[in-house]
């Protein structure tokens, strides 16, 4: 049996990501600024995504090579008013973040959608590539001591035989699950902001390799969207324990 959907009061969610990969297409100025335009009132702050690139050139005398950059613009960055949204509009896809404090899944694929009509209108790509929801979790354990199995359902074990106290772990798992639907769950210690207390990320990235037609919008990749989120929240739900899921009460 599936774990049912659980809305917590206190959710562990520093980032909610929706990212919708396509076939590589050509983005220019009129494009960003026509985007800029329609965002001007609601996503203020922008910066352009680009990717630095270096390469060597050898001459026939070897004694006067020569480095070359490239710099490319991949696209554009979109920050909401509330710093609460980040979109990104690129060459290679629409991605949207929702940052902490996380609302609901509702609020979040509906403001997906309404941007990624944009970015249609304006970049137009042909085909979905890739789909993927993902959810970063920050799990902070009132506790530096602890075990792991109190906590969770997915961990790292460590052989009985080893003796000594675990200070630290990154673990990922890749699950292939139905549909050619893949999760990918990344877990690690990380940094806490008190001093007594153990924070552990949990990482969910369930994605669906395609190649769909961009215009089947509603019928086909916001169903499959859905489908998605209901495996990262299966996932989520079988990797922890009741003693966790206090924590977000």
């Known amino acids: 049996m599936q774990p049912s959907v659980k809305h917590y009061p206190n959710p562990p969610i520093i980032e909610a990501i929706i990212d919708i990969q396509t076939s590589l ?91 990624w009509q944009l970015y249609c209108q304006e970049i137009k790509p042909s085909r979905i590539t890739r789909l993927a929801v993902r959810y970063i979790n920050r799990i902070d354990i009132p506790a530096v001591n602890f075990k792991l199995e109190d906590y969770f359902q997915t961990y790292p074990m460590i052989a009985d035989d080893i003796k000594g106290e675990l200070s630290g772990f990154v673990m990922q798992a890749q699950i292939h699950l139905e549909d050619n639907i893949i999760a990918v769950i990344n877990q690690a210690v990380t940094t806490s902001t008190k001093p007594k207390d153990t924070s552990i990320i949990l990482d969910i990235d369930v994605f669906n390799m395609t190649n769909i037609s961009s215009e089947n919008n509603e019928l086909t990749f916001w169903n499959k969207l859905e489908l998605l989120k209901e495996h990262e929240n299966t996932v989520f739900e079988s990797s922890i324990k009741e003693k966790t899921r206090e924590l977000f009460i």
């Not at 609460?84 to 973040?97: D, E, I, W, Y």
């Open 25 to 115: 297409t050509e983005i220019n100025n009129e494009n960003i600024e026509n985007i800029k335009a329609q965002l001007a009132q609601t996503y203020p702050l922008n910066n352009e995504i680009k990717i630095v690139s270096f390469s060597t050139q050898i001459k026939n005398d070897e004694t006067s090579n020569s480095f070359v950059s490239q710099n490319e613009n991949l696209g554009t960055k979109f920050t909401s008013v509330d710093n609460k949204f980040v979109a990104q509009f690129r060459k290679s896809g629409f991605t949207l973040s929702r940052l902490a404090p996380y609302e609901n899944w509702d609020n979040f694929i509906s403001e997906a959608k309404k941007l």
